[in-house]
């Protein structure tokens, strides 16, 4: 039992508690876009986290452990990224404790506009 | 908590997961949440049939570092069913596919979705 | 004896996502919570040690056979627009 | 610029073949050579992602250190979310700021966005020529030069060095 | 009302039959006949490290051969369901365009998604995976390059000339066992190589090569012909 | 000791992965629902490498690159649905 795999085992567990932090940030924030900031910032530390740990642990893994590491680093910031997008297009109210809100209406894009309640509406198929 | 094997916790989530599916195709009248209650009873009977190939206490049939040659046989838990659902998930996607094709045709011809307006057969 | 719990807990929350699937009004949300069941079932399958089932749960049931849904979905949308 | 495209897309592809492969072996290492050559033949021959990358050891250099700050960064954003949401008065004010950035390159701007979606207490929106629209948790300045100042300019200096 | 209670005692009555079945007797503690036939006699017939890839491809082929008959059945009944046509061109399509983030990364993420497609499917006999996983990673790298780009079009002729091509050579290897070995599907005709190295087990690399790129452009055919949007025959 | 600890951020792992359920059952919108099976995705990894761990299998973590790469094609294609442009 050497001290890197001790070392290892803590920080994976340091990582638990950053993905456990995460989802009670989901539980807790008021609307989508602190609810897409809690979620995933914390959960992508804590994967990596705990995947270093296992790094630690069983240094002989190293290859897929790294690109596990990098390919969630890639992806995550991405689909959080274009979720938060996807969410402010369909118009999901922001807070009530927001302050400013400087991206309104820069809709320069092919889409038509004002269909977004009857999409609502039919979305209940 | 001794007693109760993996594969019997793996079993009974299975057959709910079954049970759940069938009742899911028998209750609705929308055509898309039957083919998604079709698609649960398939990952239910998947569920039950690696359950079943489970041994307890043993690990997966490849052999590498971890699993000696000779030992192999007392190793190792039943390949044929993984090898059979294997088989049956990729047909599952196939048959989803193409029910999914027929509900958009049958959208596209009677614009509905309700089973129940589908009244062409009846006489 | 952490393997069983997880198995437990997967198995747990693989029947009431099936039970969302069946009775959540909204279509999205149905489809959804059936990439979630694929996604725990191949948890399962791992526990099981069958990591090719794994794979082929984790690359088909929950990838694509959701992104087939949604193109479904969508063209459904399409139509009924058109039609409106 | 399209060889450099073509080679720097075949280079990631074989360190990502090595990787995953977890060896050395000739006979493995020309079958990945093999097929991410043509892999980045079929898929960057046309795109203009790497072609502003700079290959000098200048930017090398400044890779690693962008790295490490983006790691201390990362850690940063998490502890300061993890404070927030322990908080039982949950103390936030959000709000959506305007920034604008001097990168020209396309994948220097994504590495910026994603780098500034990582780190603490912002979510990139949209992007939009060189505006960005982000999402702050704790919104302390509502001037879009001041938030520049205090979240893009970090990351952006050491990403000028590395992509012009 | 009385639909549910009949509805609610074909349930029961599954349930019973299911549970009959399986008789809540437990799992066997050790494995039986055949599996333990595979076990210790599938390394040294078959020289796959692999044994689910050995059942598969070996012992089972012809299963394989009927499923991925179905598959190519399913994909072109599916072509010929929604047929497009082409003079639809009228109404400019209404798609909100990808943000630039989104597009940049895909042209970085589908590159190695095929990569990695690929690796599945060569070291099919080594770790978990093979054919039918590495086709289906292959046609999500297709998925990721229609969703960051939706107005693009998939050639149709690329993906049936690949499909057929690999669907012949799957079936001239197994003729080719059948003449050189022992039975159809055979992988022995190909020297059987160190066990547990990249070339060993006869001819499953090249069969599951073929099933990769088989499985991959059936699913990719399948979801480019419910993706394209702007020509909606109504 | 290892497993010991191991053990325990298992543990937390899979409270993280009920207070994600928790938030699909109740979520308002979409965008809560997709978060929380994002989340749900994150956490489901790591488990995979610890399962791989306990086990001394170095081949389960294929499974979890198979989901760390293909896993955000799901958010992505609801995303895209939800801002019509798919």
Known sequence: MNILAIIGAFVTLAGSIFLLLGSVGLLRMPDCYNRIQAGTKASTLGTILSFAGILLIMPGWWGKLLILIISVILTNPVSSHVLARASYHKRVPLTKATLVDKYQEEEEYIAVKDQHKEDQNNDQT | MEQIGLSHIAITTGILLILTGLWGILTQKNIIKMIIGFSLFDTGIHIVMVGVGYVEGKTAPILDEAVQLKEAARQIVDPLPQAMVLTAIVIGIGITALMLAYALRLYQKNKTLDIQKFNDLKW | MIIKIIAIIIGLAILLMALIAVYNKKLIVAIVAAGVVSLFASVMYLLLSAPDVAMTEAAIGSGLSTIIFFYVVNKIRKNRKDHA | MQAKNVFVSFLIGLIFWTLLNNTFDPLILSVGAGLSLLLSLIFCARCDVFSELKLTPVALLYTGIYLVVFLYELIKSNLDVARRVITPSLPINPGIVEVKTRLQSKMGRMILANSITLTPGTLTIDISGDTLYIHWIDVKTEDTQEATEKIVRKFEKYLEKIYG | MLKKIFTAAVIVAFAIILLKGYGFSGPDQQLNEVAERYAEKGPEEVGAANLVTAVIVTYRGLDTLGEVTILFLTASIIGFFLKTRREDLTAPPQVRKTSEILSTASRIISPIIFLFGAYVFINGHLTPGGGFQGGAIVASGLVLMLLANPLKTVNHKIISVVESISGISFVLLGVLGLVLAAGFLDNAFIGPGRFGSLISAGAIPIIYIFIGLKVGSELSGIVSNLQETQKEEI | ?86
């Open chain 6, 1 to 86: 000791m290892v497993e010991t600890i191991l053990t325990t951020s298992m543990g937390i792992m899979l409270v993280s992965i009920i207070l994600s359920i928790i938030r699909f059952v109740k979520g308002p919108c979409y965008t809560d629902r997709v978060i929380a099976f994002d989340v749900m995705t994150i956490s489901s990894l790591a488990i995979i490498a610890g399962v791989a761990y306990l086990s001394g299998r170095v081949i389960y973590l294929d499974v979890a690159m198979v989901y760390g790469i293909l896993s955000f094609l799901g958010v992505l294609v609801v995303a895209r649905y939800m801002e019509k442009g798919l």
